[in-house]
C-alpha cells in the first residue's frame, strides 16, 4: 500500500511563508503526476499547483509568482513553497498523485494539512 503525508501546515501572518511537503512512502511504486489542492470552508477543493509530467509545473492564477512547487530528487517527496501568504490562501492542503503500484493505476491522496492565515 502506498500512502501520501503532508506536513508543514500551521498558522502564519499576512505575508508570511510556509514550506508544505508530501512524502510518499511504500513498496513497488512510481510516481508519475502529483499536484497540490485545497479547500476552504463552504468551497470546492482546488488545483494550486501541479508537476504533470517531469519538467513541467502549472499554477493556479491566483497563486502565480507567490508559489513554488517542487519535487526531491529522490521523487518521493514533493514540495510546496508558499510564500506572500493571503487570508484567502486559508485552507485545507491535500497532495495527491498518479501513480503506478505494482502493475495498476492508482490515483493517491493524502490526508491534509491545515493553513491559516491570519494576523
Known amino acids: 500500500q502506498v500512502q501520501l503525508v503532508e506536513s508543514g501546515g500551521g498558522l502564519v501572518q499576512p505575508g508570511g511563508s510556509l514550506r508544505l511537503s508530501c512524502a510518499a512512502s511504500g513498496r513497488n511504486f512510481r510516481i508519475y503526476a502529483m499536484g497540490w489542492y485545497r479547500q476552504a470552508p463552504g468551497k470546492q477543493r482546488e488545483l494550486v499547483a501541479a508537476?504533470?509530467?517531469?519538467?513541467?509545473?502549472n499554477y493556479a492564477d491566483s497563486v502565480k509568482g507567490r508559489f513554488t512547487i517542487s519535487r526531491d530528487n529522490d521523487k518521493t517527496t514533493y514540495n510546496l513553497q508558499m510564500n506572500s501568504l493571503k487570508p484567502e490562501d486559508t485552507a485545507v492542503y491535500y497532495c495527491a498523485a498518479n501513480a503506478i503500484v505494482g502493475d495498476s493505476r492508482s490515483d493517491l491522496w493524502g490526508q491534509g494539512t491545515q493553513v491559516t492565515v491570519s494576523s
Open positions: 508537476i504533470p509530467n517531469p519538467g513541467t509545473t
